[in-house]
């Protein structure tokens, strides 16, 4: 199975709404990072977490190592939030392990 | 800010054509990586590297090669292009093992 698995793989949100995004690890994950591949492509680094919380503007993120999971909460979504939003494990070796995506439609 | 440039940015190559995609960053990074994207689904790592003039195999190596001459550069070379390969790829870098990744814009490559 998935050793990142992302949940919802596909979300509509209304503008000004707020949601959560969710990573479960089953594997060991020492770092977890969040992307967000906007519709052009482009991959930009949303967090870097150790486990704790980050927040910047709008965006919250989690890590949990304990309990093997990350969330990403978004406040008041705006249509440039659209995009597909990926989060990555760091193992404990060379590599980043990527989840599938969660594809986010924010309607105005 | 973390620079990773990729090139060409996008190509369409013949089956059976040799294909090399580059990739050059900025940051002083030891770590450089190639990873590839199917239309719907996460990234992939193919190769990887942590020094100059040595590469390792991530998760997909079949049929790809990579070089790696200085620390800037990063190449991912396709010997004989298959249909297979049309993907866009990624190139990234990262200071160390388990530090933070950044990305490139990406290459995507049609063979046809």
């Known amino acids: 199975g998935d050793q990142v698995k992302q949940s919802p793989s596909a979300l509509s949100l209304q503008e000004g709404t707020n949601s959560a995004l969710r990573c479960n690890f089953s594997i060991a994950t020492t770092t977890v990072q969040w992307f967000l591949q906007n519709p052009r492509g482009s991959l930009m680094n949303l967090f870097y977490l150790v486990p704790g919380t980050k927040e910047n503007g709008r965006l919250k993120s989690t890590f949990n190592s304990k309990e093997s999971y990350s969330t990403l909460h978004i406040r008041d979504a705006q249509l440039e939030d659209s995009g597909t939003y990926f989060c990555?494990?760091?193992?404990?070796?060379?590599?980043?392990?990527f989840g599938k995506g969660t594809h986010l439609h924010v309607l105005p | 800010e973390a620079a990773v440039t990729q090139s060409p940015r996008s190509k369409v190559a013949v089956t059976g054509g040799k294909v090399t995609l580059s990739c050059h960053q900025t940051n002083n990074h030891d770590y450089m990586y190639w990873y590839r994207q199917d239309t719907g689904h996460g990234l992939r790592l193919i190769h990887y590297?942590?020094?100059?003039?040595?590469?390792e195999k991530g998760d997909i190596p079949d049929g790809y090669k990579a070089s790696r001459p200085s620390q800037e550069n990063f190449s991912l070379i396709l010997e004989l292009a298959s249909l297979s390969q049309t993907a866009v790829y990624f190139c990234a870098s990262s200071d160390s093992a388990n530090t933070e990744v950044f990305f490139g814009k990406g290459t995507r490559l049609t063979v046809v």
């Open positions: 590297s942590y020094v100059a003039d040595s590469t």
């Open positions: 990555a494990a760091d193992t404990n070796a060379y590599k980043v392990i």
